[in-house]
Structures are given as structure tokens and as C-alpha cells.
């Protein structure tokens, strides 16, 4: 079974600073990776998604995120926080025909003004 | 282009009372549906998905129960809520096993009290 591990449940940020949050996977197939944006009481926006394609892909909001088998890892980032990109961060992966989702604990950004 | 519709927003309920969460989606067909559930500090867990009408398949014992009377209609139920059904449960759907990701509802906000 496919399993997500995102590190540091919290993380603060300057505004205009660089925004780093770490997610590595175990999956048994190739994988699918996303990462969702929540914020509060709302539901799980997609912000980019993985599936085999370019590697480094380009999400909404200015995030990115780079694939990178040989580490497992998909982190996310974004150049420069702004005061809206607070909110909970999850990555998700799939495994291919499998049925399932696995989420990361999530990251909850806060962003300094 | 295909939405999910989730209602209601928020619910506040005596222990004992039933419950009926309603998700509906649009503009696809045959779509996978999930019901999950989000406790603070807990991350999402996923409590029911179906693949088709009437197919539904439990991830947990608990006493909450899904139904999908149409093919686009997913609906979450209880005949008496506990305590610890307080949470934040989303409704979510898929195409092609979840391999491009789900779309998640906006979230119902349930307080058991």
C-alpha cells in the first residue's frame, strides 16, 4: 500500500521568503502525486498533480512541485509566500489501478507579514 | 465541466439524532464517490467509496453507513450520532481509479453536541 510522509506539521513563513514543504511517498506501482491546498472550512483545492508526464510541474498560485524517483520525494514550492497561501497543505499519492488515495498528515502554513 | 455539490455547509446535532449528508455531482458519468472524514489533528480519513449504484464499500466499522440510491448521488448517514462523530466530512469524486486526482466538495462542518 502506498503511504505519504510530510514532515514539520507546522511552518512559518516570512511574507515575500521562499516556501518549502517537503513530502516523500512509498508506493508499490508508478505513482500519481498531488498536492491540495485547504483552507479553513473549505474543501481541498488540487493545486498540481504528477502523472508520468514532465517531472518539474507547475501548479496554481505560482507553487511547484519536482518529482524525483530516486529520492521518493515531491516537495512543494513557491518563489515567494503571500499572506493568501495561508492555509493546511496535503500530499496525496496513488497508486496506479489502485482505487486509493493516501494523504500526508499536512503541512499548516503560516505566513508573517 | 463537472461540479460536486455538498450540503449542508454546517450542522449542529444532539447526541442521538439522526444524520443525512448529501453529495451530488455533475456533468460526468459513472463517477467513483467517496465520503471522508476530517477530525482536527487527524488528517482525512477515508470512512466509504462506491464504484456504481448501490456498491458501496466501508473502510471502517463505525456507525455511520453510505448509501448511492443514483449514479451521481452519494449520501452519508446515521441513525444515532456519537460524540465523536464531530468532524469535518468531505465528499469527493474520480474518474479513471483516481489517477488524475479527485474533486472534493466543499465539506459539511458536523458538531455532535
Known amino acids: 500500500a502506498q503511504s505519504v510522509t510530510q514532515l514539520d506539521s507546522h511552518v512559518s513563513v516570512s511574507e515575500g521568503t521562499p516556501v518549502l514543504l517537503r513530502c516523500n511517498y512509498s508506493?508499490?506501482?508508478?505513482?500519481?502525486l498531488f498536492w491540495y491546498v485547504q483552507h479553513p472550512n473549505k474543501g481541498l483545492q488540487l493545486l498540481l498533480k504528477?502523472?508520468?508526464?514532465?517531472?518539474l510541474v507547475k501548479g496554481i498560485n505560482g507553487f511547484e512541485a519536482e518529482f524525483k524517483k530516486s529520492e521518493t520525494s515531491f516537495h512543494l514550492t513557491k518563489p515567494s509566500a503571500h499572506m493568501s497561501d495561508a492555509a493546511e497543505y496535503f500530499c496525496?499519492?496513488?497508486?496506479?489501478?489502485?482505487?486509493?488515495?493516501?494523504f500526508g498528515k499536512g503541512n499548516q502554513v503560516v505566513v508573517i507579514p | 465541466s463537472q461540479t460536486i455539490h455538498q450540503w449542508p455547509a454546517t450542522l449542529v446535532q444532539p447526541v442521538g439524532s439522526p444524520l443525512s449528508l448529501e453529495c451530488t455531482v455533475e456533468?460526468?458519468?459513472?463517477?467513483?464517490l467517496y465520503w471522508y472524514r476530517q477530525a482536527a489533528g487527524r488528517g482525512l480519513q477515508l470512512l466509504f467509496y462506491?464504484?456504481?449504484?448501490?456498491?458501496i464499500s466501508s473502510e471502517v466499522p463505525q456507525n455511520l453507513s453510505a448509501s448511492r440510491p443514483q449514479d451521481r448521488q452519494f449520501i452519508l448517514s446515521s441513525k444515532k450520532l456519537l460524540l465523536s462523530d464531530s468532524g469535518f466530512y468531505l465528499c469527493?469524486?474520480?474518474?479513471?481509479?483516481?489517477?488524475?486526482?479527485?474533486?472534493f466538495g466543499s465539506g459539511t462542518r458536523l458538531t455532535v453536541v
Open positions: 508506493s508499490s506501482y508508478s505513482p500519481s
Open positions: 462506491s464504484v456504481g449504484i448501490g456498491q
Open positions: 504528477y502523472t508520468s508526464a514532465a517531472t
Open positions: 496525496v499519492v496513488s497508486d496506479r489501478g489502485n482505487n486509493r488515495l493516501a
Open positions: 469527493a469524486w474520480s474518474g479513471d481509479r483516481g489517477h488524475y486526482g479527485y474533486t
Open positions: 456533468g460526468t458519468s459513472n463517477p467513483n
